[in-house]
């Protein structure tokens, strides 16, 4: 009997979108989520029959299962804190601190005129 492959591919792609896509205020973590999740299911594929699986491609799975958790976790922490920030009033802050930034470009660009 022919072993199996496991393919890592979708897994990493998800997370490292997700790791993008953290940068825009945790959101990264609807992606690395389920990419954790595909790889958990995978594996419990795996523990049912390991015989019919390659090992190589059984701890490629594994360390992309770890990569999706540790990107999991630092998109839903960014998204906590941005939750958090928001509702005490940081977005005052964030407002002001666009609006002086545009102020800046705008400046900047009328200088090269």
Do not use: H, W
Request: proline share 4%; with cysteine; net charge negative.
């Amino acid at each position: 009997m022919e072993q199996q492959k496991l393919n890592p591919a979708l897994v990493y792609v998800l997370s490292f979108i997700g790791l993008l896509c953290c940068c825009f205020g945790g959101l990264g973590v609807f992606l690395a989520g389920p990419a954790y999740i595909v790889a958990n299911n995978n594996l419990k594929k795996v523990s049912d029959d390991p015989e019919a699986y390659e090992p190589t491609s059984v701890s490629a799975m594994k360390t992309a299962k770890t990569v999706a958790l540790v990107i999991t976790i630092i998109c839903a922490l960014t998204l906590i804190y941005n939750i958090y920030d928001l509702a005490t009033g940081g977005y005052e802050e964030r407002k002001a601190i666009m609006e002086e930034f545009m102020r800046g470009f705008q400046e900047g660009a009328n200088n090269a005129q």
